[in-house]
């Protein structure tokens, strides 16, 4: 089992990425126009090419419970998630509608299930695990489309269901079924080094992309900082629902490898997409930047400690 300072040292790499991006935002090397289409680059061209790879030839996914249980999980966790995070916002916090609530539940109730756990789960356990976390992914993304988008703005579900035929569930359903038939033994080599090649500009673009993103918020430092709306979202994602999503890992009857998606999920504080999810549906942009700040701040010491400690408790 890693220890806490390897898994720290695993991690760091990842927030310097994100600062970069900061940065590279800051010196106006990327705006305007330029990032909108580099996010439209990673989610629908890198990152459907990680998906493809990791997911065609896993060995892993063979297994019916690693294709069946991790999308389950994901939407149920996901869904719960943001609803325990409205109620807890509501009673506890003081929050109503109009104020921040429900982007604060949705950003407190949505962990970063890509960008972050996929560097973790690929270096600590490699591609069949990494493949794993694919299959989870589109659970919680239906939780995000449909609950979340659902609380943040009104919208029907049936609004929410037709935004998940993205290019990213395209390709994972696309990759599942090409290697549940076999089909993957026989992509030419030459498909699959230009795959590679888009994949592994996923990560590290993505995550600069991230940077860029939250350095549009970080005008007023006085702001980015809400005392009810930030501690509660670092109380709520990094301490109050790792226990619950951990308790899922050690009692549910699962394969190895979604126990340990799970320990990882677990770990992860809020995402970034809810800030553009607020934009976009009237939200509030401000709290969700304050939630996903606060926890990501945080995070780069937590992490490490929750992974360990899962990986102990879960037993995996």
Request: glycine share 10%.
């Amino acid at each position: 089992m890693p220890t806490y300072w390897q898994l720290l040292l695993l991690i760091l790499p990842v927030f310097a990425l994100i600062a970069i991006g900061v940065v590279i935002r800051r010196v106006h090397w990327v705006e305007g126009e330029a990032e909108t289409s580099l996010i439209r680059l990673v989610v629908n061209l890198c990152y459907p090419c990680l998906i493809f790879e990791s997911v065609t030839g896993n060995n892993a996914l063979r297994e019916p419970a690693n294709v069946l249980l991790p999308p389950l999980v994901g939407f149920c966790t996901s869904a719960l998630s943001i609803a325990l995070c409205f109620y807890v916002g509501r009673k506890a916090l003081g929050l109503t509608v109009g104020t921040g609530l429900r982007t604060f539940a949705l950003a407190t109730g949505i962990c970063n299930y890509g960008y972050l756990p996929l560097p973790i789960t690929a270096a600590i356990w490699g591609r069949e695990t990494q493949g794993v976390l694919m299959v989870h992914n589109v659970g919680a993304e239906a939780a995000v489309w449909t609950v979340g988008v659902l609380v943040l703005s009104g919208l029907s579900i049936r609004e929410g269901w037709h935004r998940l035929l993205s290019p990213i569930v395209i390709t994972l359903v696309a990759a599942v079924v090409i290697d549940l038939t076999g089909i993957s033994a026989v992509i030419p080599h030459l498909l699959m080094d230009l795959v590679h090649t888009l994949a592994v500009c996923a990560i590290p673009l993505g995550l600069l992309m991230v940077g860029v993103t939250l350095a549009n918020y970080l005008g007023g430092l006085g702001d980015l900082f809400r005392p009810k709306v930030s501690l509660g979202a670092m109380v709520l994602r990094l301490g109050l629902l790792p226990l619950c999503i951990l308790a899922v890992a050690r009692w549910l009857p699962c394969p190895v490898e979604f126990k340990r998606v799970l320990v990882v999920q677990a770990a992860m504080p809020s995402g970034v997409f809810p800030i553009v999810l607020a934009r976009h549906y009237g939200g509030q942009p401000l709290t969700a930047v304050q939630v996903v700040l606060g926890t990501t701040a945080l995070g780069v010491l937590t992490i490490p400690l929750w992974i360990r400690l899962g990986l102990a408790w879960v037993g995996v």
